[in-house]
C-alpha cells in the first residue's frame, strides 16, 4: 500500500520543483504587475502608494490613449492577414510534390530562427533613407528617382513596421500549417477528384474542413504574438515617427522607462492583458462550438 501512495505520488513531486520556479517567473510578476497598477511607485525608493483607480482613470483618460489602441488594432489586423493568408498558402506550396521541398522547408524557417532584433536591425539598414539598399537598388533600375525616407515618413513607417513584422512570422505560421496539412489523407483529395470535384471544392471542402480548428488557434497565438510585437517596431522606429508605430506596448515601455511612470505602465499592461483575455475567450468559444457540431 505504501508503495502504491508512492507510485501515486512521484509524478507530482517530480514536477513539483518545476511548478514552483513556472511559479516564482509567472506568477509572481503577473501579481506585481497588478499590484503597481493600483499604486503609485517611486522609482528611487521602491515605496508603492495605493491609489485605487487613479492609474487606470489617467490612462483612459489620455486622449493618445484611444488613438494609440486604434493603431494597434490596426497594425494586428493588418500583420495578422498577411501572416495567416501568405502562411497558408506557402504551406501549401511547400506540402506540394515538387522537388527540392524540404530544402524549402528548411530555408523558410531561417527568418523566424533568427534572433528579431538582428532582423529588425538588418531591415534597418535596408530601409535606411541615405544609405539603404532598398533605395540604392531602386534608383539603379529606374523605379525611383530620389530617395525614399522609409522610416522617417509616418505612412510609410507603418507599412514598412507591418511588413518587416509579417516577413518575420509568415515562416512560423507556414510550419505549423504544413503540420496540418500533412495529416490530412491523401485518399479524400483523390476520391474527391474521382467523384469530379474540381480544386476549388477540394480546397473548400476538404482542405479548408479538416483545417479550421489549427487556422482558429494559429489565429488566436498569432494575434496575441502580433498585439504584443515590441522587438521590431523598437528597433526600427521606436514608435515613431510622429507616433506613427507607437503601438500600445510600445507606450508601455515609455511610461516606464522614459517616464518612469510605473503605475500608468502597469494599469495599461492590466488592460492589454484583460483585452487579450477577451479574444482568448471568444476563440475558446468559437473552437467549443466547431467541435459540438463536429
Excluded at 112 to 141: E, H, M, R
Aim: glycine content about 6%; some cysteine; charged content about 15%.
Amino acid at each position: 500500500m505504501e508503495s502504491k501512495k508512492i507510485n501515486k505520488m512521484m509524478p507530482y513531486i517530480l514536477i513539483g520543483p518545476v511548478l514552483l520556479i513556472m511559479l516564482a517567473l509567472y506568477v509572481y510578476p503577473i501579481g506585481l504587475v497588478f499590484l503597481e497598477s493600483v499604486s503609485k511607485t517611486s522609482i528611487l525608493t521602491g515605496q508603492m502608494d495605493f491609489v485605487g483607480l487613479d492609474n487606470f482613470k489617467a490612462v483612459l483618460g489620455d486622449k493618445l490613449f484611444k488613438d494609440t489602441m486604434l493603431l494597434t488594432l490596426k497594425y494586428t489586423i493588418i500583420t495578422v492577414i498577411i501572416k495567416m493568408v501568405l502562411g497558408f498558402f506557402m504551406a501549401m506550396f511547400l506540402n506540394s510534390d515538387m522537388y527540392f521541398t524540404k530544402t524549402l522547408r528548411f530555408l523558410s524557417l531561417l527568418p523566424w530562427a533568427i534572433q528579431q532584433v538582428s532582423v529588425a536591425i538588418v531591415w534597418k539598414w535596408i530601409l535606411d533613407g541615405n544609405y539603404g539598399y532598398l533605395n540604392y537598388y531602386l534608383i539603379k533600375f529606374g523605379i525611383i528617382e530620389h530617395n525614399i525616407v522609409w522610416l522617417s515618413d509616418p505612412d510609410i513607417a507603418f507599412i514598412c513596421a507591418a511588413f518587416v513584422d509579417a516577413w518575420l512570422g509568415v515562416s512560423l505560421v507556414s510550419m505549423i500549417f504544413l503540420s496540418g496539412l500533412t495529416s490530412i489523407d491523401r485518399s479524400l483529395y483523390e476520391s474527391a477528384k474521382i467523384d469530379g470535384a474540381n480544386i476549388f471544392h477540394r480546397f473548400k471542402f476538404i482542405t479548408l474542413e479538416e483545417m479550421k480548428k489549427l487556422i482558429l488557434v494559429t489565429g488566436l497565438l498569432v494575434t496575441i504574438w502580433t498585439f504584443n510585437s515590441f522587438n521590431v517596431i523598437f528597433v526600427l522606429t521606436g514608435g515613431g515617427p510622429m507616433r506613427s508605430t507607437e503601438t500600445i506596448v510600445i507606450r508601455i515601455y515609455q511610461e516606464a522607462f522614459s517616464r518612469f511612470d510605473l503605475g500608468a505602465s502597469s494599469a495599461l499592461s492590466v488592460i492589454v492583458f484583460t483585452f487579450l483575455l477577451m479574444i482568448t475567450f471568444i476563440y475558446i468559444r468559437l473552437i467549443s462550438k466547431m467541435d459540438k457540431e463536429a
